[in-house]
């Protein structure tokens, strides 16, 4: 079992009350016992292909996996479900490599074509993927929601430094710059492919390719909103 949790937060913010809840927790350990992983992955300042490669990684070869993923661990879950070895076409396509196109998006090319050889070389399976609040087709609600968050760290900023202190100018500078370049792959890879408009949701879902993996999806409440 692959646990991926989503947008800022940790695998123990995610699903620490699965482990609370006796039933489900004693459940799930019949199953898996301690064949249980999870990637702590950053989700702002990497993109969902950074995250998936570093997985593919480290984890066994040949191994199969159940994913119970949230919010934007669903997209990394999507792409580990493209390299499953079962697969008719296993990882990124010619063409889904061709949709990210320019020089902002030229690391996530890179990054795609690394995948393709991980995947070839670790021969994973997925059995099972369970998407709980998954930007499956982007969303805008986090793009709001992140705003809100800067405007915390800079309300805290103030508070420990005072408005007229040059350490707070230079927080709120910083601040600023990184709302204005929200939607720049190069600044916040892990922002933009949750982007609507970005070209990564474009490629993840303009794909003819089908995968062997048994897919579920489940709205919900979620940090980053909404699902497909």
């Known amino acids: 079992l692959l646990l991926l949790h989503g947008t800022l937060s940790t695998t123990q913010d995610a699903f620490f009350k699965l482990n609370q809840d006796n039933d489900t927790w004693g459940a799930m350990y019949n199953i898996y016992e301690n064949r249980v992983l999870a990637l702590e992955h950053y989700t702002l300042s990497e993109s969902p292909l950074k995250n998936a490669l ?69 021969k994973i399976k997925i059995n099972k993927v369970i998407r ?12 709001r929601r992140v705003d809100h968050f800067f405007n915390l760290l800079l309300n805290a900023a103030s508070l420990a430094f005072g408005i007229a202190n040059p350490l707070y100018h230079t927080v709120k500078a910083f601040l600023l710059e990184l709302i204005s370049q929200k939607d720049n792959p190069d600044v916040l890879p892990g922002l933009n492919a949750m982007m609507p408009e970005s070209l990564f949701q474009k490629m993840m879902n303009i794909s003819d390719d089908s995968v062997a993996s048994d897919l579920y999806n489940i709205s919900g409440d979620s940090d980053v909103g909404g699902s497909n």
């Open 132 to 143: 709980v609040a998954a930007p499956a087709s982007g969303t805008t609600i986090l793009s």
């Open 54 to 122: 570093d997985f593919l990684n480290a984890c066994p070869k040949a191994c199969t996996l159940d994913i119970l993923s949230h919010s934007r661990g669903g997209l990394i879950a999507d792409i580990l479900a493209k390299c499953d070895y079962n697969n008719p076409a296993p990882g990124f396509s010619e063409k889904e490599i061709g949709i990210l196109k320019g020089k902002a998006e030229e690391e996530n090319r890179v990054l795609m074509v690394s995948i393709n050889q991980v995947a070839a070389q670790k």
